[in-house]
């Protein structure tokens, strides 16, 4: 049971690029799952989390117009698209995931308490925004 991600590298400001997330081992199907980051000497905190079935998402305020979420399922995928990339959008990148044990709110619920809800945490991708 694993996430793998990719995607990182280095960008100039204002560029964009795509994060990947596959799971294996297991099927996305009842799980919340999202992009969380960690940049150097600063907490961890969660970007974005998308819910299942019906996709419904949380944002960071500070990403909010910039960076878009998706997933899918049936390829056991997540996505995270993201724009107009500032400096401070560097960090390590993490994908992870969040079992639904019936949780409306599991979306919000896992980005902002990742500690108690996120199951399984993926290996970090470094996104670098510098010119």
């Known amino acids: 049971v694993q996430l793998q991600a990719y995607g990182g590298g280095l960008v100039q400001p204002g560029g964009s690029l795509r994060l990947s997330c596959a799971a294996s081992?297991?099927?996305?199907?009842?799980?919340?799952v999202g992009w969380f980051r960690q940049a150097p000497g600063k907490e961890r905190e969660g970007v974005m989390c998308i819910g299942s079935p019906d996709g419904s998402t949380y944002t960071l305020s500070s990403v909010k117009g910039r960076f878009t979420i998706s997933r899918d399922t049936a390829k056991g995928a997540v996505y995270l698209e993201m724009n107009s990339l500032k400096p401070e959008d560097t960090a390590v990148y993490y994908c992870?995931?969040?079992?639904?044990?019936?949780?409306?709110?599991?979306?919000?619920?896992?980005?902002?308490?990742?500690?108690?809800?996120?199951?399984?945490w993926g290996q970090g991708t470094l996104v670098t925004v510098s010119s």
């Open positions: 081992g297991f099927t996305l199907d009842h799980y919340a």
């Open positions: 992870a995931a969040a079992r639904d044990y019936g949780d409306y709110n599991l979306y919000h619920d896992a980005c902002q308490s990742p500690s108690r809800y996120i199951e399984i």
